[in-house]
Structures are given as C-alpha cells and as structure tokens.
C-alpha cells in the first residue's frame, strides 16, 4: 500500500486498515496534542468572540 511509505514531519503515521466487504477502516496513530480539526475549530471559536466584542 502506497501510504504505508509516505512519511512526513507533519504527517501522522497509518498503521494499518481494515477491508471487510463495502466497510473500510483506517488505523493511524494516536495524536497527543489533539487532531487538526481540533485546534482549527478552536480558533476559530476563539476568533469568532473575540470579533462579536
């Protein structure tokens, strides 16, 4: 599987998958510091007060 090889700094690692008729399933590992979406829904939560004031 072509992204098993693919490593990045600012990518996180897939561990493996899971086919199991029309399911799919992807396994990647854990993210300490929270995910993407997270810290993006943060911010703009933060930004979304700071510009109703």
Excluded at 22 to 47: A, I, K, N, P, T
């Amino acid at each position: 599987m072509m992204l098993c090889v693919l490593h990045h700094p600012n990518l996180i690692n897939l561990i493996g998958y899971c086919a199991d008729g029309d399911q799919r399933l992807l396994v990647y590992e854990y993210m300490q510091l929270g995910s993407l979406d997270y810290h993006l829904l943060g911010m703009l939560l933060f930004l979304d007060k700071f510009f109703s004031i």
